[in-house]
């Protein structure tokens, strides 16, 4: 199983980015990807999985009514739309998919002024 996140970057509080989980390899069509964001000096937690065939989505308390994740079946990818950002989104997100060791290189993502 491979995972390449994108779309990180700077932005300001109140912003909005996209962020992409390309996956290949993943032997079964039915599997659930999920997001997760290490802070500094913090654990890694989880901010939002999704069911690969049903699209059934959850979200942490922390990101619910900001955080939008979904998937696009036909090019393998999943995303997770961010508004509203703020500062305490600040973290490296990473894709990770149930039931597999394999993390991707995660992408940095800093909301500040």
């Known amino acids: 199983v491979q995972l390449v996140e994108s779309g990180g970057g700077l932005v300001q509080p109140g912003g909005s980015l996209r962020l992409a989980c390309a996956t290949s390899?993943?032997?079964?069509?039915?599997?659930?990807l999920a997001w997760f964001r290490q802070a500094p000096g913090k654990e890694r937690e989880g901010v939002s999985c999704?069911?690969?065939?049903?699209?059934?989505?959850y979200e942490a308390d922390s990101v619910k009514g900001r955080f939008t994740i979904f998937r696009d079946n036909t090019e393998d990818t999943v995303y997770l739309q961010m508004n509203r950002l703020s500062p305490e989104d600040t973290a490296v997100y990473y894709c990770?998919?149930?039931?597999?060791?394999?993390w991707g290189q995660g992408t940095q993502v800093t909301v500040s002024s």
């Open positions: 999704i069911s690969s065939v049903e699209g059934i989505s």
């Open positions: 990770k998919v149930n039931g597999y060791d394999s």
């Open positions: 390899g993943i032997p079964s069509n039915y599997y659930t």
